[in-house]
């Protein structure tokens, strides 16, 4: 690996499931042939010998940084944006399953206009169904994957929206720290929307890349909805009244594509709101979504 400037720093914050970071970084250089990238990986207390590891890893390119406590995903991530020498910062989880050129759509997403956060589809690696094309939100103002369980996505081109996941993303280093970076307030969840939404009200458009393919071991990470609650609260409390908004256009097409080849799950409630909605024979929300978003708000839970 050239000692020159790397082009770009991927960031992977890490906590246990060693088994996943030893695959992880096997596909690095087997995927980004050409590409000068630097490697900062922040391991956020780990007990099953993932720290071990990492001090007898012996590669140029890559850097280790061992928080003295659990700082969380945003926490994590932040301080390893912090060491980067490179222009572009990309957010990688250990548990993807990369394929080769994975990396360049997202970066010509960068391309024209005030880029935002970059994203990609991703595959659910348990059931090969796409889990993620870029975020959309509910009438209750919860983010939802638009793309998931679809039939298909388009496969070339990029489109706006409001929010893609970091569990793989990219971003300018200066556009990243100039809205503060991650909000450390959340606890691994919900920090990378809230980002998103950051960068679009400074006037910057996040974007999917839609040629850009991997799979993800979704929410593989001990502990991952451990803080669901309090980052719903959160949440809401800045970001739930346009989101509800938003989701009375975004909700209704999203919730019948979502279901299309699966219609024995659709809830007959939801299915005749997200018609009249959809339709335009309704704009507001109905008293079952109004009482959701109040207790999500309050609880944190659907329903108190």
């Known amino acids: 690996m050239s000692l020159a400037a790397p082009d770009v720093s991927i960031i992977t914050a890490l906590y246990n499931r060693l088994d996943l970071t030893r695959t992880y970084l096997e596909q690095l250089d087997r995927t980004l ?19 071990e590891f990492l001090s007898e890893l012996d590669r140029s390119n890559v850097r280790v940084c061992l928080n003295e406590e659990n700082l ?31 990396s360049a759509p997202m970066l010509k997403g960068l391309e ?28 209750w103002g919860i983010p939802e994957h ?19 996941t970091a569990a793989c993303c990219l971003i300018q280093k200066e556009t990243f720290h100039s809205v503060g970076g991650f909000d450390e307030e959340y606890r691994n969840g919900f920090e990378d929307i809230d980002l998103c939404l950051r960068l679009g009200e ?7 890349a839609f040629e850009s393919r991997v799979g993800h071991w979704v929410s593989s990470s001990p502990g991952r909805k451990d803080r669901d609650a309090g980052n719903i609260r959160r949440f809401l409390a800045r970001w739930g009244d346009r989101a509800e908004g938003w989701g009375l256009v975004d ?21 005749l709101d997200a018609l009249l909605l959809a339709s335009g024979l309704r704009s507001q929300p109905s008293r079952w979504m109004t009482e959701r978003a109040n207790a999500l708000r309050k609880t944190g839970m659907p329903d108190g």
């Open 146 to 164: 638009w793309g998931q369980n679809y039939r298909r996505v388009p496969n070339k081109g990029l489109r706006s929206f409001r929010a893609v």
């Open 202 to 208: 400074a006037g910057y458009d996040n974007r999917v």
């Open 72 to 102: 969380g995903f945003a926490g994590s991530n932040n301080r390893g944006a912090g060491m980067a020498r490179a222009p572009v910062l990309i957010f990688l989880n250990n548990d993807l399953v990369l394929h080769p050129g994975w």
């Open 33 to 51: 042939a050409g590409v000068r990238y630097e490697l900062i990986l922040v391991d956020d207390g780990s007990e099953d010998g993932t720290r």
């Open 251 to 271: 909700w209704p097409r999203h919730y019948l594509r979502r279901h299309a080849t699966t219609p024995w799950r659709l809830n007959g409630r939801k299915t």
């Open 112 to 139: 024209g206009g005030k880029a935002g956060m970059i994203g990609n589809v991703q595959y659910n690696a348990h059931t090969g169904l796409i889990d993620h094309a870029g975020i959309v939100f509910s009438p």
